[in-house]
């Protein structure tokens, strides 16, 4: 939300909803914790919010010089290795040019820890010479898998990400 506001001011439904439409069908914005994150920020000194002269008087939210800094060290943050697919999607949906070097390095410092991720899981799958073995092995491969579809996409968002830079 922050780095959208660094690339121009806007009020929260319209926020909301950009968010919503960029990030696809699976997203939901919860306009409450959407509000509290603003008010959040503005007391943080990453915002400032003043109404606007529209019949609607909307709060107009800008960003103020302390943000850029702060969307800076948010696109550099480590990724959870649960959720950090999510979070890349939700930085790559709001990057700007200049971002795409954080990005890769952000894209490459996941791929790692999947990597380690995948690794360690594969150590610990049982062989599947009983029922119950068979099952733990079908339980322990879910998490692996989904590593390698994550670890597919990984490249793809790499590569798509360097072809951006070099234009």
């Excluded at 550099?76 to 390095?105: H, K």
């Amino acid at each position: 939300m922050l780095a959208l506001l660094v690339q121009g001011p806007s009020y929260g439904y319209e926020l909301a909803n950009r968010l919503e439409r960029q990030l696809g069908p699976d997203w939901r914005i919860v306009r409450s914790s959407l509000y509290r994150t603003l008010k959040a920020m503005c007391a943080e000194g990453l915002l400032s919010a003043e109404k606007s002269e529209a019949a609607e008087a909307r709060i107009v939210y800008s960003a103020t010089g302390r943000a850029d800094g702060a969307v800076q060290s948010w696109m550099e943050s480590p990724l959870s290795l649960e959720d950090g697919q999510l979070q890349l999607q939700v930085r790559m949906i709001v990057a700007r040019l200049e971002d795409l070097p954080r990005l890769v390095v952000a894209v490459n410092n996941h791929e790692r820890s999947l990597f380690a991720a995948h690794v360690a899981l594969k150590d610990g799958i049982v062989n599947a010479g009983s029922l119950r073995g068979a099952m733990m092995r079908l339980v322990r491969e879910a998490p692996r898998h989904r590593i390698e579809a994550e670890l597919s996409w990984l490249v793809e968002a790499r590569n798509t990400i360097l072809g951006l830079m070099a234009l």
